[in-house]
């Protein structure tokens, strides 16, 4: 499978629209691909049980809100689904509250099999078409755009306490910004980056699961790197 994110457009009402592009490479068919909503939000189009028909001419039933494997939009085909390289543009509008910086995206294929990827949003100017955004395969595959050179982050899976070692920004003032898998921000804090690991504490009864870190200073660097929290 491979996701492209397209575009993300604004309106006058500050209302985003997404556009993805889902290639199924495999020879089973796509079953369903459903994209994450933020919590008690549904998507202001296209809308519930209605028939999306995407660019390409493929219809799908949708499902706005849609509950599992989460949250999500879901769009069902009601003929045959992608495979063999066909490929689908998905459209859909959330309101201004639910601006979102990354975008959880499941596809189900034929025989219970599932892919999914965490498309990054944050540097994505509205309008602006990425070239580097493209996922392929059953897990997160923005690695290379979200890895540093510079920040590390340790240990990493964590148990929500973890150290930065900011040591490459020495004498900067560093924002750090921690973001959930639906774009949610969990935590902010900041810290003058010195050449000892400074150390990161998630708030009490954050969930396991995997973290977006962005690190930012007052130079104008910034990274992104990704946090597996276990418990």
Known sequence: MKYEL??????????KTYRIRVTNNC???MIYTAFQLPSAITAMSPANNSIYTSPEGTAYLVRNPNYAPFYSVRFRPTGTGLANGATSVFRYTLPAQADVDYIHVISRLFEQQYYEAYLNTYYCPVGVTPTDNLTDGSEDRTEEELSSDQVLLFPNPSDGLFYADLSAWEGTEVTIQIYDSRGQRVLHTGTRAGDAPHIVTMPTGTPAGLYFVELSNDD??????KMVVER
């Open 6 to 15: 397209l575009s993300v457009t604004q309106d006058p009402g500050k209302n």
């Open 27 to 29: 020879s089973r068919e």
């Open 220 to 225: 104008g660097e910034k990274e992104v790197v």
